[in-house]
């Protein structure tokens, strides 16, 4: 692909922001008796809030290709346009 140093940049922020919370899932999918319910909820959670953007981003930048509801569950909801 060709991108522009700032889209390369931005790129490249988008695949590494969230790490650290790849590699604490994949500790847990290694034990997941090392956490309780809770924490392993919390881990979940902030998980799915923080990631799909980035990755949403990225796909965007790099190929072109905006986040789809491709599994129908409203997964991509519009912002609300406030007209007054």
């Not at 008796?33 to 990755?55: D, W």
């Amino acid at each position: 692909m060709e991108l522009s140093p700032t889209e390369a940049s931005d790129v490249a922020f988008h695949m590494t922001d969230w790490l650290d919370d790849l590699e604490a899932l994949v500790k847990f999918y290694q034990n997941p008796e090392a956490l309780s319910p809770k924490e392993a909820s919390q881990l979940l959670l902030g998980f799915l809030i923080h990631v799909p953007n980035h990755l949403g981003a990225a796909a965007k930048i790099y190929a072109g290709n905006p986040v789809r509801d491709v599994f129908k569950v409203g997964a991509v909801e519009q912002e609300s346009s406030d007209s007054a």
